[in-house]
Nanobody, 118 residues
Framework: VQLQASGGGLVQPGGSLRLSCAAS????????MGWYRQAPGNERDLVAT???????TYADSVKGRFTISGNNYLNTVWLQMNNLKPEDTAVYYC?????????????WGQGTLVTVSS
């Protein structure tokens, strides 16, 4: 497994969860890591990304509630999710992107389910 994600679960509205994703040594020189999510019947959408330089981006729907962070080597990222809403329910996928001399490569984790419900 090249990307191992964990931390999903069931939480009540207003609650918090923290997702983690660790990349294996098989992925060399990651430039960007991030989280995407896919709700039933929907496409996979970007949630948040963090670059090797520490620049972060967020979907408008999670700004102010979610925080992405990474370690210095950018082979581990976390997604702190606060004030969760039912519409945050989805399978969350970890992504790593590496730019090489022969092109860019995307890697995906197996997905972790987040359910927000009372």
């Amino acid at each position: 497994v090249q990307l191992q994600a964990s931390g999903g679960g069931l939480v009540q509205p207003g609650g918090s969860l923290r997702l983690s994703c660790a990349a294996s040594e098989m992925i060399f020189s990651i430039d960007v890591m991030g989280w995407y999510r896919q709700a039933p019947g929907n496409e996979r959408d970007l949630v948040a990304t963090i670059s090797k330089g520490g620049k972060t981006t967020y979907a408008d729907s999670v700004k102010g509630r979610f925080t992405i962070s990474g370690n210095n080597y950018l082979n581990t990222v976390w997604l702190q999710m606060n004030n969760l809403k039912p519409e945050d329910t989805a399978v969350y996928y970890c992504n790593a992107y590496s730019e090489t001399a022969v092109g860019g490569y995307d890697y995906w984790g197996q997905g972790t389910l987040v359910t927000v419900s009372s």
